[in-house]
T-cell receptor, first 113, second 114 residues
Framework: DAKTTQPPSMDCAEGRAANLPCNHS???????VYWYRQIHSQGPQYIIH???NNETNEMASLIITEDRKSSTLILPHATLRDTAVYYC??????????????FGQGTTLQVKP | NAGVTQTPKFQVLKTGQSMTLQCAQD?????MSWYRQDPGMGLRLIHY???????DQGEVPNGYNVSRSTTEDFPLRLLSAAPSQTSVYFC?????????????FGPGTRLTVT
């Protein structure tokens, strides 16, 4: 399983874009990058995933570098409700059947008014 | 869609008691799993199921049993509660295949064992 590295914490002003980086330099060709977040006292929430192309949905955008060794999750207009721990997770495209998600320490994003 | 629901939200048990944590989903997902989250730590997989009648162990299965008689329900049984099982328990579900890791989590059950 590819290891991911994220900064432990980040601040962002409300209304501004929040850019959360993730390094996954050992990622292999069949592994996807997933992003989840966990708001305090709630269950983790799926945000987005991608393989090599940039992806966008109603919650966020995911930018993956061409060499796929790093990615950035972008919340375009952060609100106070986006304050959470954000997890970058690398998993294979071909499921190993366990479906196990490996949550590391993540990045604690604090959105400030 | 209610999504993934878990009951109870909170539970206090005495050492040695048994109980069942309930998990249900209404998305017709084949894959379901149970995690525990200890304070300041990541989630650890307890048991998982890839479909009705099929279950398997995750990384911390000891002290827990599961069964999957229907697609919708995946209860977690604590056989003889111990203080080390004090934790927050999350249930998750998804479809298999390429979206296996796009998982939907319930709100959690906060369990305290005294």
């Amino acid at each position: 399983d590819a290891k991911t590295t994220q900064p432990p914490s980040m601040d962002c002003a409300e209304g501004r874009a929040a850019n959360l980086p993730c390094n996954h330099s050992t990622i292999s060709g069949n592994e996807y990058v997933y992003w989840y977040r966990q708001i305090h006292s709630q269950g983790p929430q799926y945000i987005i995933h991608g393989l090599k192309n940039n992806e966008t949905n109603e919650m966020a955008s995911l930018i993956i570098t061409e060499d796929r060794k790093s990615s950035t999750l972008i919340l375009p207009h952060a609100t106070l409700r986006d304050t959470a721990v954000y997890y970058c997770i690398v998993r294979p495209s071909v499921s190993s059947n366990t479906g196990k998600l490996i949550f590391g320490q993540g990045t604690t994003l604090q959105v400030k008014p | 869609n209610a999504g993934v629901t878990q009951t109870p939200k909170f539970q206090v048990l005495k050492t040695g008691q048994s109980m069942t944590l309930q998990c249900a989903q209404d998305m017709n997902h084949e894959y379901m799993s149970w995690y525990r989250q200890d304070p300041g730590m990541g989630l650890r997989l307890i048991h998982y199921s890839v479909g009705a009648g099929i279950t398997d162990q995750g990384e911390v299965p000891n002290g827990y049993n599961v069964s999957r008689s229907t697609t919708e329900d995946f209860p977690l049984r604590l056989l003889s509660a111990a203080p080390s099982q004090t934790s927050v328990y999350f249930c998750a579900s998804s479809s298999p295949g390429t979206v296996l890791y796009e998982q939907y989590f319930g709100p959690g059950t906060r369990l305290t064992v005294t």
